[in-house]
């Protein structure tokens, strides 16, 4: 298979671009804008693949999607490319409307016009796989509100959408016009919402690597609010290739939930990295010595919970790694790169970028 890949340079892109190229025999072209989470560092590994092509266009330019779909001609979409910090989305929405809800639209549109000029078994064999999140349904009960015998409830793919942040109310929007666009237009789509997602190659203003590099530099560890807010945590490398078995097995016009089954409270998950830590980089003090608590932000969810039931039973797809397994791999990994994180850190990967990918004109 060719399999276009947006926002392949991201944290979660990157992952699935290395899992197609190691694991299987399909080829991919990477289409990404490269904004300040994009990092082609991430993609070393397999950047000299014949089977690996990189684009640097963004998603909101159709006359270059509509170039890359006639020359590539692939056979699938795999649909990535987007805005995720939930905080830039509180201090500037805009970027996240622009990327979030006008780029999934261009694409959609790019798509259907490739798709419609297929011939009847490329048209029967296509796929248009949007990737999202589980944040698009807003927040569960949290064990504190609820009698300590009741039975938790989990996101399901019949869940209604609640979304709380501009970030998650762009990714409602997009899935929303996914699939007006199948029911409209007829293109094939599936969508998958995911839990929140760690591991290597991961962007240092989320929570874990933020934390593991902050440790390290001897830095606060901030924590918002009293640090209770409960995630489910899945191992981006359990992700990846939970979206290839989705794109290649899934069933049109379905919905699938993917989820690590690791539900943390915040404050243990920053626990536990201090704990490794102190094993694997040991000091005079004990790194939990750093957390430090600040004020929460606005509109914070605080928890969120996946059923990944139907795509365990469907397409026996199952999380590979614990948190407890993933979360020392993850810390080793950013003990292991130090390169790759003083290129972020100092921004010298944007130098990099500004040299080697000038803008079509």
């Not at 159709?62 to 490319?81: G, N, T």
Request: overall charge negative; charged content about 25%.
């Amino acid at each position: 298979m060719k399999l276009l890949v947006t926002g392949g340079a991201g944290f979660i892109g990157s992952a699935v671009v290395r899992h197609i190229i190691e694991n299987t025999l399909d080829h991919v072209i990477n289409v990404d804008k490269l904004t300040y989470a994009g990092n082609p560092e991430s993609l070393k590994v397999i950047a000299n693949s014949e089977r690996y092509v990189f684009e640097k266009v963004d998603i909101c330019e159709r006359s270059e999607l509509d170039r890359i779909f006639s020359q590539y001609k692939p056979d699938a979409v795999m649909h990535l490319a987007a805005e995720s910090h939930v905080d830039r989305s509180i201090t500037g929405p805009a970027a996240f409307i622009e990327t979030n809800i006008v780029g999934t639209y261009t694409l959609l549109e790019a798509a259907r016009f490739y798709w419609s000029s297929l011939d009847d078994e490329s048209r029967a064999a296509f796929r248009f796989h949007h990737i999202s999140t589980d944040e698009v349904y807003g927040d569960l009960p949290h064990p504190d509100e609820l009698n300590t015998n009741a039975e938790l409830p989990l996101f399901l793919e019949s869940t209604p959408y609640a979304p709380s942040s501009p970030y998650s109310a762009s990714k409602a929007s997009s899935d929303h016009l996914v699939r007006a666009w199948m029911r409209t237009y007829g293109l094939p789509t599936i969508i998958t919402n995911c839990s929140n997602n760690y591991g290597p190659y991961h962007f240092p203003e989320k929570l874990i690597p933020l934390v593991i590099l902050n440790a390290l530099e001897g830095k606060k560890l901030p924590i918002y609010g009293k640090g209770d807010q409960i995630r489910d945590w899945l191992y981006v490398e359990d992700h990846a290739r939970a979206l290839y078995a989705v794109v290649t097995t899934g069933n049109i016009g379905n919905t699938y939930n993917i989820g690590g089954h690791n539900e943390m409270k915040n404050l243990d998950v920053v626990e536990n990295i201090c704990r490794l830590l102190d094993e694997l980089v040991p000091k005079a003090t004990k790194y939990s010595d750093q957390i430090t608590y600040v004020t929460d932000r606005p509109g914070h969810d605080r928890r969120y919970a996946i059923d990944a039931g139907k795509i365990n039973q469907e397409l026996n797809w199952h999380p590979q790694e614990t948190f407890e397994s993933g979360i020392r791999k993850t810390v080793q990994w950013y003990l292991d790169n130090s390169e790759w994180i003083k290129n972020v850190n100092s921004g010298a990967y944007q130098t990099w970028i500004d040299k080697n990918y000038k803008e079509r004109k």
